[in-house]
């Protein structure tokens, strides 16, 4: 059967082939995403970036809103060998002394949106050494739950011209004359969750599990503040086999829930407690990260508990990616 196509377009003002596929949660990567960073009157969230290998690198990171408003933040960092630096979203952090460079500036206020953060020489230049990886703990301030993710990786392909456009996947072009420097973002995600509004049967009658979807397009333009824009299929199946479908759009970053993307992708009509979701780009949109957020509500609407992963990936995006970088960075 086939749902209706919703589309629901979320601004920001900053937005954020035929090479492999390599995000990656666990190993070493030169650009990292960090999906969701929340630093408002609701929640808060502590970065941690981590140089896996033997020697300094430096990174850069730029905060970008997905609240309708332009808020891109960017700050350097250097990060010793086999060392995290970690911070809180809301206040930043001071540097420890004159042997502490890692002045990070405290996120726009009221932000809800992504962090990126690539690899750089000493010249602020991108390069690619593999050593980065990253997680978030976001914590609901009212009740102090929390939960934690990895953050995405795209690993570098071993050559970068060092300049402001960070080519991702796919064969040369105008933008991208030499080619992919980073790997591509997956072709698709596959993920297996609760139904929107399934019963909880371990927290008892009237609880009920709800899933979340918070989208970021690997095409970003940051330097200019031109949000990159996506078209995500979903293809749903539940617990008997039966297949829905929907089409979300979405520009710059999205937080969404099953049911927000479509009324139908939810317990009361697709019959099942859970059910496998493949998400995939559009046939002529870019690719996209995704995290899954779980929430566990009890009878009445209250969130008891969140939890967060990164779906698995399957191949590559069809098409080529750019991340375009402020000039000047710090």
Not at 5 to 20: K, N, P, Q
Not at 84 to 90: G, K, N
Not at 127 to 154: E, K
Request: some cysteine; proline content about 5%.
């Amino acid at each position: 059967m086939r749902l209706p196509i919703i589309s629901l377009v979320m601004w920001c003002a900053a937005a954020l082939g035929t090479a492999a596929a390599q995000t990656t949660s666990e190993h070493g990567a030169s650009l990292l995403v960090f999906p969701k960073i929340v630093a408002d009157a609701s929640a808060d969230t502590v970065v941690q970036v981590t140089n896996l290998l033997e020697s300094r690198v430096d990174v850069f990171c730029t905060y970008v809103a997905g609240d309708g408003t332009w808020a891109s933040s960017g700050f350097t960092v250097s990060l010793i060998a086999e060392q995290p630096l970690h911070w809180v979203a809301s206040r930043g952090r001071t540097p420890a002394g004159e042997d502490d460079p890692n002045a990070v500036p405290a996120a726009p206020a009221d932000f809800q949106g992504e962090l990126l953060c690539v690899e750089v020489d000493g010249t602020g230049a991108p390069s690619g050494g593999n050593r980065l990886v990253g997680r978030a703990t976001v914590t609901t301030l009212a009740d102090g739950d929390a939960f934690a993710y990895a953050a995405i990786g795209l690993s570098s392909l071993g050559f970068n011209d060092g300049d402001d456009v960070l080519c991702i996947g796919g064969e040369p072009s105008d933008a991208c004359f030499i080619g992919a420097e980073y790997s591509s973002c997956p072709g698709a995600w596959l993920l297996s969750h609760p139904s929107d509004g399934a019963p909880d049967e371990q927290l008892g009658d009237g609880a009920t599990q709800d899933t979340r979807l918070i989208f970021v397009p690997c095409s970003q333009n940051v330097r200019d503040g031109v949000p990159g824009s996506i078209t995500v299929q979903l293809e749903v199946t539940n617990e008997l086999g039966q297949r829905f479908s929907a089409t979300q759009e979405v520009t710059c970053w999205a937080d969404l829930s099953l049911a927000e993307i479509s009324t139908s992708l939810t317990f009361a009509v697709l019959g099942t407690a859970s059910a496998q979701t493949r998400l995939a780009p559009g046939a002529t949109s870019g690719g996209f990260v995704v995290l899954a957020e779980s929430e566990r509500r009890a009878a009445g609407g209250a969130v008891l508990s969140r939890d967060a992963l990164v779906p698995q990936q399957e191949g590559a995006a069809a098409a080529s990616d750019v991340i375009i970088l402020p000039m000047g960075r710090p």
